[in-house]
């Protein structure tokens, strides 16, 4: 039997017997690597540790640190699920079950329109530990398409899928045959792959989260479906160090949080995805948009204004119409045409731009605006803030040559830092999102150039990115900025795009040094994403306890007794004075009912007069999270408020 040349990811080559596989591979690297494989890459594509290496194959072992190697662990605990489900309800039939962040999903339908009850998961969470333990391998092979369909002549999704009428190039083959896996001797199901050897290697670690229901393939027209999710890990460390995770985002859900402390609701009667802000909550979100404005007037942005509707022609001359008019209201009909409800601020600021000749000396031109936006969102998909549909972007277009193009991306990279910073994030990584193949405009010489200029900055700032291929907008590719919160979670909060494409669909010139006409370069940049969205992300991330400079009350003044009201008040009325929010609460309930409501609502401060004070002008001081402190006098402690706030927007130039 004659050797095979392997090559491995660093360059080095390595010789093994014909016929070896990924698990000799690793093996013969070492027995740590080969303990930890999951599946294997070879010459760019997923395999089973069991197949067969081809000679002069480059090949990479995928453990189960790797990405890669959970999203196998997952989808095997997938096709587990559907083993389970199956063997427990006669009858049931089954739809689709990928891989999905931090867990899987598995879509079923029971007989009769049944529907799973909470303990049916305690019993399937048992199955599933069985058929883990039974150790049932999997087995990859292909069959010819009629052969499937009788294979699946009880599952009408799966046939569905082999037949075409659903595109799911994971199960049909290009020469048209039919992909499947299976555990034998009671489970087949279609799959590209890879897996997991078998059962009992790398499974086990998994909870079933809860059930819900999904219409097959998310369309509303279609029959209703009963959705199990679950999470799986690679170890029971990570497992429960997720589920820890779970509960305490449970304890800092915005929704649950702006309830509590009065900031805003989603009335039924307005209508879903819809919000309205109280009070306490439009305090935070004038501060947060002041904040916004500062920033950019000091940035060199000039402040702009546009409607909320346009003509349906704005939309088909920028090309939304073309490829997002899913995610745009219905028009109305008007005398002169079809109006919408704006999805995106850019056309606009096209025109804006368009208004008048433009010079070389203008540039760049940076444009912003607090501009709100609809988009319609299916209701499955509605979230409180994090998932709305009108909310309000913090919306600047920059218009610069194409020599500008790269310090306009690095400066922008720098200013959105900074502000994110000021309000608490110090964490981040990025990702560039690559041209959809199926979706954009303009020649593949534009996005290349654009691509690259957004990958210098990258590089040239020295934020950690990963690529995401196909997920640009149809316009250009782009750089989402992510940050994470104070329970390790990660959200996706600014996004740079870099498009030479608006200004060729709109016309826009410059007149250059050279007396020419010129096209500019469009870079689209919303910095905290929407404010709604922010609001809520900077709710979790605090778990409602926001920072003092946030707080919609900083200091809540608590006189002890009736007698005590007088000074309390000149206590209050001082620090409004000196520019701080902070309101009374009269002594008609005891102090320390008073005390634990101020901290209920998450005050930073909590300040109690009594006698003492009321003779020395000073207070008791009990802040959030810290100790007492007696006799604190009025003008130190506004001094100390000052500083506070002037410390916490200091941070952001750090």
Request: glycine share 8%.
């Amino acid at each position: 039997m004659s050797d095979i040349t392997i090559t491995l990811p660093d360059g080095s080559a390595r010789s093994l017997p014909e016929g070896s596989t990924g698990t000799d591979l690793a093996a013969s690297i070492g027995s740590r690597l080969a303990k930890a494989a999951v599946i294997v890459n070879v010459d760019g594509i997923e395999r089973d540790l069991r197949d067969p290496l081809p000679d002069g194959a480059t090949v990479a072992v995928i453990t189960a640190e790797h990405e890669r190697g959970l999203y196998t662990i997952r989808h095997s605990t997938a096709h587990v699920l559907a083993q389970a489900v199956l063997d427990l309800f006669p009858g049931a039939t089954f739809a689709i079950g990928p891989p999905v962040e931090n867990g899987f999903y598995y879509d079923f339908e029971l007989p009769d329109g049944g529907t799973f009850r909470p303990e049916d998961l305690e019993r399937l969470d048992a199955r599933m530990r069985e058929i883990i333990a039974e150790g049932q391998p999997f087995l990859r092979r292909e069959c010819p398409v009629h052969e499937g369909l009788q294979l699946f002549k009880d599952h009408k999704y799966k046939c569905e899928i082999i037949e075409g009428s659903v595109d799911d190039p994971t199960s049909v083959t290009e020469s048209g045959t039919v992909r499947l896996y299976e555990n034998p001797p009671r489970f087949v199901d279609l799959c590209r792959g890879p897996h997991v050897p078998a059962t009992n290697t790398f499974l086990g670690h998994f909870k079933l989260m809860r059930v819900a229901g999904a219409y097959w393939r998310g369309d509303e027209r279609q029959p209703m479906l009963q959705r199990i999710y679950g999470t799986a890990w690679a170890t029971k460390k990570e497992l429960d160090a997720y589920l820890h995770m779970l509960e305490e985002a449970a304890k800092r859900d915005h929704r649950k949080l702006a309830t509590e402390l009065d900031l805003l609701s989603f009335p039924s009667k307005l209508g879903g995805g819809l919000a309205v802000w109280h009070p306490k909550g439009a305090i935070v979100r004038k501060l947060i948009e002041d904040y916004s404005r500062d920033r950019h007037a000091k940035g060199g942005y000039d402040f702009v204004y546009t409607p909320h509707l346009a003509n349906g022609q704005l939309f088909e001359t920028s090309g939304h119409l073309s490829f997002y008019k899913d995610g745009m209201y219905p028009p109305m009909e008007l005398d002169n045409g079809e109006y919408y409800p704006k999805p995106m601020n850019c056309p606009m600021h096209c025109l804006i731009f368009d208004a008048r000749q433009r010079s070389y000396r203008e540039l760049p031109l940076r444009l912003f605006e607090l501009g709100t936006v609809y988009r319609y969102e299916r209701a499955g998909t509605l979230h409180g803030l994090m998932r709305i549909r009108g909310f309000t972007q913090d919306d600047s277009h920059i218009f610069c040559t194409e020599d500008q193009l790269q310090g306009e991306i690095a400066s922008l990279l720098s200013f959105v830092m900074s502000v994110l910073r000021a309000f608490g994030f110090d964490e981040f990584t990025a990702n560039l999102s690559t041209k959809d193949p199926e979706k954009y405009v303009g020649s593949d010489e534009i996005w290349e150039k654009s691509t690259e200029a957004l990958r210098l900055a990258l590089e040239q700032y020295g934020l950690p990115y990963a690529i995401k291929e196909g997920d640009a907008a149809f316009y250009g590719p782009k750089i989402d900025i992510d940050v994470k919160d104070a329970i390790g979670r990660t959200w996706q909060l600014s996004t740079i795009q870099c498009d030479f494409n608006q200004p060729e669909r709109f016309e826009l010139e410059y007149v250059g040094a050279d007396n020419q006409r010129h096209r500019p370069v469009m870079l689209h940049r919303a910095l905290m994403g929407s404010i709604e969205r922010f609001f809520g992300v900077l709710l979790e991330h605090y778990g409602g306890a926001l920072p003092t400079w946030l707080s919609p009350v900083q200091a809540r003044v608590l006189p002890v007794r009736g007698d005590h009201q007088t000074y309390a008040e000149s206590a209050v009325a001082a620090m409004v004075a000196a520019g701080f929010r902070a309101d009374l609460v009269e002594a008609d309930e005891p102090l320390g009912a008073r005390i634990r409501k101020a901290k209920m609502d998450k005050l930073p401060y909590v300040l109690v007069v009594g006698d003492d004070d009321v003779a020395a002008s000073t207070l008791g001081v009990n802040p959030r999270g810290g100790e007492v402190e007696r006799g604190v006098p009025l003008t130190a402690f506004i001094g100390r408020l000052r500083d506070e706030t002037e410390a916490s927007l200091a941070a952001a130039h750090r």
